[in-house]
């Protein structure tokens, strides 16, 4: 089976922009959650989608949102980018909702955003 | 809400050396995965390892539940080793994302 996929890998965006990123899970994976990596805060948890639902969300800004499509694929999207949201975005999939909290996580290779 | 402490943060080794890094969470939990960062920044499933032990090849882990703690040993280390590794938990009851510590960075010297 073809492990997570993230697109694009890198990414350099200005302050104010928006940016969208991609996410395609496992096959037969359903849920998709997304992560956030920085020096300073270490590996922070932002939202996951199940079978197209935001199930849980982190402590992030309204700026960050995303979406799940009926193929289990996720989209997130960062409005009025600020310095500070330079980071490594980190996606996973497993096969059933996180919550559920048996089911082994697997993470795609990430998008490093740098905003200037 | 939950600490998970990892340690030691920092470890260099000799080529062949072994070593455990050690994983401490402070709350009840029904998940805990160990992962090896690369130098690309993906995450690399070592183990799902709630509770019990497990072996895949030089590594292995020990989750023991009840005292809260996990311990990855790596054997015989190599070059290829280097990197940082995490401990992930979700802790029981609720609503499931992964808390991780702050890691372990090893480099594994010629």
């Known amino acids: 089976k073809a492990g997570v996929t993230q697109t694009p890998r890198y990414l350099i965006k200005t302050r104010g922009q928006q940016v969208t990123l991609s996410c395609s899970p496992i096959?037969?994976?359903?849920?998709v959650s997304w992560y956030q990596q920085t020096p300073g805060q270490g590996l922070q948890f932002l939202f996951e989608?199940?079978?197209?639902?935001?199930?849980n969300k982190g402590n992030f800004p309204g700026r960050f949102s995303g979406r799940q499509f009926s193929n289990s694929r996720s989209e997130m999207n960062v409005s009025t980018l600020e310095l500070g949201d330079s980071a490594l975005y980190l996606c996973?999939?497993?096969?059933?909702?996180?919550?559920?909290?048996?089911?082994?996580?697997?993470f795609g290779p990430g998008t490093r955003l740098t905003v200037t | 809400g939950i600490q998970v402490e990892q340690s030691p943060p920092d470890l260099i080794l000799q080529e062949g050396a072994n070593s455990t890094l050690r994983c401490n969470f402070s709350?009840?939990?029904?998940?805990l995965q160990w992962f090896h960062q690369n130098p690309w920044g993906q995450l690399i499933n070592l183990f799902y390892?709630?509770?019990g032990t497990k072996q895949n090849g030089r590594l292995s882990a020990t989750t023991v539940a009840t005292e809260r703690y996990s311990l990855l040993y790596i054997s015989s280390s190599q070059t290829t080793d280097s990197g940082v590794y995490f401990c992930?938990?979700?802790?029981?009851?609720?609503?499931?994302?992964?808390?991780f510590g702050k890691g372990t960075k090893l480099s594994v010297k010629p």
């Open positions: 390892i709630p509770s």
């Open positions: 996973a999939s497993s096969p059933e909702a996180a919550y559920r909290g048996r089911h082994e996580q697997y």
């Open positions: 989608y199940f079978s197209e639902t935001q199930r």
């Open positions: 709350d009840s939990v029904n998940n």
């Open positions: 096959s037969g994976h359903r849920s």
């Open positions: 992930a938990v979700i802790v029981s009851g609720s609503q499931g994302n992964l808390i």
